[in-house]
């Protein structure tokens, strides 16, 4: 079944996040399952959830809100069942992609459908702790999804150097773009965090004192990232001359660090994610790769190399991974060591 946005509704309806405050205190087992959805996404902005992260749990809600009331229905906190959890995991697995090429061609991948999951989850473990009658969280079984192939996203670095030098840098769009792609490498930053940047946080102050190697960017930037955290990452020579080339033709006073031509809402020239996915997409049509190549691909370029070239735990640390596993998903095809070592024990 096709989940979309029932016509004629309400707003505040179909986005709970955006209504009115819910007291939970005024919560019972009579109360609208949707009234304990907003309580819910509540509970999480005021927790510091960051901007990113709550909007995705409020689609992914209003996804369980809408399956629960199909035909007029108008399910109370205490009809929340195992057989409704039961039927919205079916519902989920059967459910096809709603927008990309592949929209309505295919169904959603387990790992999609698990993160439905997880928020539905987070729901009822917010009820358990309110004393509503609902299932424990447990009781939502999460689908068995691979871990993808860190090849799926692997870029070695001649193929990370084509897509580098993609770019037409006798144009300020192009010396722009160059100077993003230089940045993604050095410092495997996510892209949210890089368009989040101001150009003050690299560009030094005019009275600060001359680098010894003469490149007025920082070599260092604190980015705020995933899990609302801070961590300082790097950068090396090449993408701190690019960065200031890139700099010296700006003409604005626009405190952003990557600027377009297009003017937000705000004011304010700031690049937005999908301009920053678009640029590398078209680099790497340019570059000849046959990968549909985005800015998280860089990512793992820069942590595969930092893991080759150092350690692991340095960098799962560059990464601002919380754990080591998480990064050990990351790496590419980086075994060159375990392969030189295996054909000089076996041949």
């Not at 993408?239 to 809402?265: C, G, H, N, Q, V």
């Amino acid at each position: 079944m096709k989940i979309s946005r029932r016509t004629g509704e309400d707003p505040a309806e179909t986005e709970p996040e955006s209504a009115s405050y819910v007291d939970p205190r005024d919560l019972g087992p009579n109360s609208p399952v949707r009234d304990l959805a907003r309580a819910y996404l509540q509970e999480l902005r005021d927790k510091g959830r960051s901007e990113t992260t709550l909007p995705r749990y409020e689609r992914f809600l209003v996804e369980f809100l809408n399956f629960v009331e199909r035909d007029g229905a108008k399910p109370r906190v205490k009809d929340i069942d195992i057989r409704i959890l039961k039927a919205y995991g079916s519902h989920l697995t059967r459910r096809r992609l709603l927008s990309g090429p592949d929209a309505g061609k295919r169904p959603i991948s387990a790992a999609s459908k698990n993160l439905h999951l997880i928020a539905l989850r987070g729901l009822l473990k917010f009820g358990v702790l309110l004393d509503l009658p609902v299932p424990a969280p447990e009781k939502v079984e999460l689908a068995k999804a691979a871990d993808p192939s860190p090849d799926a996203r692997h870029l070695d670095p001649q193929k990370l150097d084509r897509l580098l030098e993609s770019f037409d840098t006798s144009t300020d769009d192009g010396v722009r773009n160059r100077a993003l792609l230089e940045f993604l490498a050095a410092t495997g930053c996510r892209v949210s965090e890089l368009v989040a940047l101001d150009r003050e946080k690299l560009e030094l102050d005019p009275r600060a004192v001359n680098p010894t190697d003469g490149v007025r960017i920082a070599d260092e930037v604190t980015v705020f990232g995933k899990g609302s955290r801070y961590r300082r990452v790097f950068l090396r020579m090449r993408s701190r001359e690019w960065l200031e080339r890139y700099l010296r033709t700006r003409k604005d006073t626009d405190r952003a660090l990557f600027i377009t031509r297009r003017k937000k809402a705000d004011g304010s020239y700031r690049m937005s994610v999908k301009m920053a996915q678009t640029i590398v997409a078209e680099a790497a049509k340019r570059a000849g790769l046959a990968e549909s190549v985005s800015p998280h691909w860089l990512r793992h370029a820069a942590i595969t190399a930092w893991a080759t070239q150092m350690n692991v735990p340095a960098a799962q640390r560059l990464a601002g991974h919380r754990n080591v596993a998480t990064t050990s998903r990351y790496l590419g095809s980086t075994d060159a060591e375990l392969k030189e070592l295996y054909k000089k024990r076996f041949g």
